[in-house]
């Protein structure tokens, strides 16, 4: 996904040679196979247009290595934009929408295939949970996109280390209300006793608090999806500081979903809040436009957001 701030930077940029790709790639299936083929293609392009051998090689080399890195080409949206240059590091942005195969050399990049790309409004977060693993995904309506964790620590043994037995969590198959029937997985404990298993989990529970309170400083009401078990949704809502997070949740074992199936669970529980928020700013907009307060004129728009208003 492409923030407004990311289009701008983009849109600016100005050098030598500098490259811009566009390709349509796929989320699952058999296809995948046919989107490395599709880069392959952009590259000899991009070759004969730079012309220089040499600078050429170095240019396209790190595009070179992304042919054979299969497990990059299993995490893909739609579409992938990607953006080079001589001064300039690669560059890439999944989309949620399909674009059409284009590669294009010149003074700047090309941006205008990211405009129906560019996230509008607030995006949201999904936050899947479990014991092997911690995943956050970046959302908006169109797209998901499975981000660094950073302070988050990424799975038990990652928050608890050796403080903890093997294994003090185990998982056993129940059914929740909510999750369509499915087996979910649940913690139960295992050789330490209910207190130690109690224990571990709230430990773990309030690392990844605290880790998504780092990561998210400045920005604690953005939309936050809790995806887990409902026995870890209902504890780490207990303790989470977090001012965003969502009713609700997706219910069952997480690891079992992908990225594409968690934004489409997560879209469900967030889309009456953004539909709301957007009604608010448009009460607001006709609002200030019945009182002349109202700004029409890009220039003036421009100058009363660099003064705050």
């Not at 949620?96 to 205008?112: K, L, P």
């Not at 949201?124 to 014991?131: D, G, N, P, Q, T």
Request: aromatic share 4%.
């Amino acid at each position: 996904m492409i923030t407004p701030e990311q289009f701008q930077t983009l849109a600016e940029v100005e050098g030598d040679q500098l490259v811009s790709m566009y390709l349509p790639t796929h989320v699952a299936g058999p296809e995948i196979r046919q989107d490395h083929i599709r880069l392959k293609n952009l590259i000899a392009s991009a070759r004969d247009e730079l012309g220089e051998e040499e600078r050429a090689d170095a240019l396209l080399a790190p595009l070179e290595k992304l042919l054979g890195d299969h497990e990059f080409w299993r995490h893909q949206g739609r579409g992938l934009a990607l953006f080079f240059g001589a001064d300039r590091d690669l560059e890439m942005h999944k989309l949620g929408r399909e674009v059409d195969e284009f590669v294009h050399v010149g003074s700047r990049f090309v941006v205008r295939p990211l405009l129906p790309s560019v996230s509008q409004g607030r995006h949201f977060h999904v936050l899947a949970i479990s014991e092997n693993q911690v995943r956050l995904i970046e959302c908006t309506r169109d797209a998901a996109d499975q981000v660094d964790l950073g302070p988050i620590p990424s799975s038990l043994v990652d928050a608890l280390g050796s403080d903890t037995e093997e294994p003090t969590l185990q998982h056993h198959s129940t059914t929740h209300a909510g999750a369509q029937h499915k087996p979910a997985a649940a913690f139960h404990g295992h050789g330490g006793g209910k207190a130690a298993e109690e224990v571990d989990r709230e430990r773990y529970l309030r690392a990844i608090d605290t880790g998504l309170a780092e990561r998210f400083k400045g920005e604690r009401t953005v939309p936050l999806v809790l995806a887990a078990v409902d026995e870890t949704i209902g504890e780490f809502r207990k303790l989470s500081k977090h001012a965003g997070l969502v009713p609700g949740g997706i219910q069952g074992n997480a690891d079992k979903r992908d990225a594409r199936e968690l934004h489409e669970a997560a879209l469900e529980l967030v889309a009456p809040i953004i539909d709301e928020q957007r009604n608010q700013l448009l009460a607001r907009a006709q609002t200030a436009r019945d009182s002349d307060a109202a700004l029409e004129k890009f220039d003036a728009i421009l100058e009363a957001a660099e003064q705050g208003r």
